[in-house]
């Protein structure tokens, strides 16, 4: 069974943080136990799987000069990625899942499961959102480890994350 403790807000400043605390933003901070799983998370955080943002790094394209062709999809915990969907918004003949180690090296070591959904400058990958996300009012996330979690308002993580785009890409 997992025990969530409720930290103060504002209290606990990690590097895979975003600067919500810069901006006035009012969040949760929850640390817990660790989370390997979408619905442990849910669970832990006394929240509904839906409201969870599962992040995915993925490589979707050919690599430019400046790119390594990964880029961060974020979508509700309670979907399934759609391939197809990103393989035709980008024109793209294969959309794959980084490899633990091309996630450890994109991420200064992040593992799966720990990584936040913010692409620049947090993550220094673009950052592509679901319209999932935009279905309810709260988002909660693990931020930086399987450990820490923090939830917000949906339309400050939209503000705060400032996507590349949003568009369709689950199921």
């Given at each position: ?90 024109k793209s003949k294969n959309v794959r899942f980084a490899t633990k180690e091309e996630l450890a090296e ?23 959102i679901d319209t999932s996300i935009t279905e309810n009012e709260t988002i909660a996330f693990n931020c ?28």
């Amino acid at each position: 069974m997992f025990h969530p403790i409720l930290i103060q807000s504002h209290d606990l400043i990690h590097p895979w943080q975003p600067p919500i605390h810069k901006n006035c933003i009012d969040y949760k901070v929850l640390q817990h136990a660790e989370t390997p799983t979408s619905e442990d998370s849910a669970r832990v955080r006394g929240e509904d799987l839906s409201t969870g943002g599962k992040a995915l790094v993925l490589k979707f394209r050919d690599a430019q000069e400046s790119d390594a062709g990964f880029a961060i999809f974020v979508m509700s915990a309670s979907r399934q990625l759609h391939a197809k969907s990103i393989k035709n918004e980008f024109k793209s003949k294969n959309v794959r899942f980084a490899t633990k180690e091309e996630l450890a090296e994109l991420t200064d070591g992040l593992v799966p499961g720990s990584v936040p959904p913010f692409g620049r400058p947090i993550v220094d990958l673009d950052l592509f959102i679901d319209t999932s996300i935009t279905e309810n009012e709260t988002i909660a996330f693990n931020c930086g480890s399987l450990t820490d979690s923090i939830i917000m308002s949906r339309a400050d993580y939209m503000e705060v994350a400032d996507p590349t785009r949003v568009f369709s890409f689950s199921k």
